[in-house]
């Protein structure tokens, strides 16, 4: 029990520390009416935070608890967390009075954290520069992961930090890149913090300001969506900044071990990486299909070939940045772009959707099946980054699939119930789910969610925290045998 009020204190006092950045910019350029909205609640969650860490050091002292997290506490520690951030995020949303309700306000800092960039605003242009940061900034704080941000800093906790990155980190295959999962989280977070400087400055470079350039770098490096614009990415017409924002979308989507494997001299972890082939082939593929649907002359091919690949892998990456309304493209284009719906980015990465790999394990699982029926004593193995006998991954995902599509079916059917088109509420429970963000009719791309009924906007918040936490950890958190245990 202390390990977990001692992460919910870290997690806390983080969240409420990053109000200081909007606070500040707000006071500096002049929006000091906004200034309150992020200094009262972060003054207010300080001292919950310091009351939190007095308890658990209490509660230690009591009943002497061990530093190893368990599996069970790591759920409700990871879970809670993801909670806690998005309820405290929402707050200076809320006071600044440019949300017209709660649900509005949470709503907007869950699709925040989960990196989904799904808004309620209509109007983003009008709504104070430090919002639009703190927005953005919820995006680069969730992107990487807040847990793994507490178990960068775990030695200041004393407790051990596996189990809370294994709870958290996307993917059927969980693992370290260093021996010490601290320092696994610190050189994590060092390549994220690395990619997020060098992209604004690349946008700095062809033309967008520092405010820009700092939040559309925090949105495309997160996958996360939000703009400082109504038209996104779009606004701008500018074609270098597009094509930095592809790049960068794409390096987010990809499993971030192998930045560490590259960078310490193991490029040949990349060479071997299956889900890597399969997420490269996939986005090249989905790219050139969709440029041939789209291109009607010759003179078009660079801005359609641009304007597919964005879209391509903004959608593949779980981003929902836009450079051109999908939704007005041809049916079949809409089609490829539907699929993706489906794909999801890297394990490993800062994207949400079911993950290449697992679609991966489940091809190959199926090519097996033929095989076996061909030859039938035959003995045939699931070979992943050339590692043979992971057959038992095929049920494992096969579950998780089935599962995702089953939370998919219950968001739909809350769709219905609320009066919205089964089109629209199915795909909104897999951008929902998905972490995607824009869906198609009604809530494409260039549409916002500020239509919802209140209680699907509930509904929503919930979907896309299951999601990024990849379902167990969210329904685990909400099982009765944790709340038992703990009465």
Known sequence: MSQILKIYAFIIAITSLAFALPAGYAYMF????????????????????????HIARKVKDLYG????????????????????????????????????????????????????GASVINNVEALPKCINLWRCLSHWLGGMGIIAL?????????????????????????????TRMTNTAKVLWFIYCSF???QAGFLNFVGLDWYDSFCH?????????????????????????EWICTIFMFLGSLNFALYFHSFSGRKSELYKDSELKAFILATLLAGLFITIFQVERASEISSTLRHSFFQVVSIISTTGLMSQDYCSWKPASQIVVFCLFFAGG?????????????????????????????????????????????????SQVASFILLYLLVAGVVMLAGGIAGISPGDSFCNALAMI????????????????ATLPTSLKYVYSFAMLAGRLEIYTILILLGRFFALRRI
Not at 37 to 50: D, E, K, Q, R, Y
Not at 226 to 234: C, D, G, L, Q
Not at 438 to 446: C, L, M, Q, R, V
């Open 30 to 53: 002049g929006e000091r009416q906004v200034v309150f909205a992020f200094t009262f609640p972060m003054i207010v969650a300080f001292l919950l935070s310091g009351s939190l860490w």
């Open 65 to 116: 608890e061990a530093t190893r997290v368990e599996i069970k506490d790591a759920f409700v520690a990871v879970g809670g967390s993801w909670c806690i951030a998005s309820l405290l995020g929402s707050v200076p949303l809320w006071l600044s009075g440019c949300f017209g309700s709660y649900a509005d306000a949470l709503f907007e800092s869950v699709s925040g954290f989960t990196t989904t």
């Open 150 to 178: 507490v178990v960068a800093l775990m030695p200041l906790l004393g407790i051990g930090g596996f189990r809370l990155i294994q709870a958290e980190t996307t993917g059927p295959q969980k693992g370290k890149v260093t």
């Open 196 to 198: 997020t400087l060098i």
């Open 217 to 241: 770098s925090f949105s495309a490096i997160s996958t996360g969506g939000f703009s400082t614009r109504n038209a996104s990415i779009a606004s701008f017409g500018n074609p270098a900044v």
């Open 346 to 394: 890297c394990s490993g990465s800062t994207s949400g959707g079911i993950k290449v790999v697992r679609w991966v394990i489940v091809l190959k699982q199926i090519a097996n099946e033929f095989r076996r029926i061909l030859h039938p004593h035959g003995v045939y193995t699931i070979r992943i980054n050339g590692v043979p006998g992971q057959e038992t991954l095929a």
């Open 434 to 449: 998905g972490n995607i963000g824009p869906a198609f009719g009604e809530y494409g791309p260039s549409q916002t969610y």
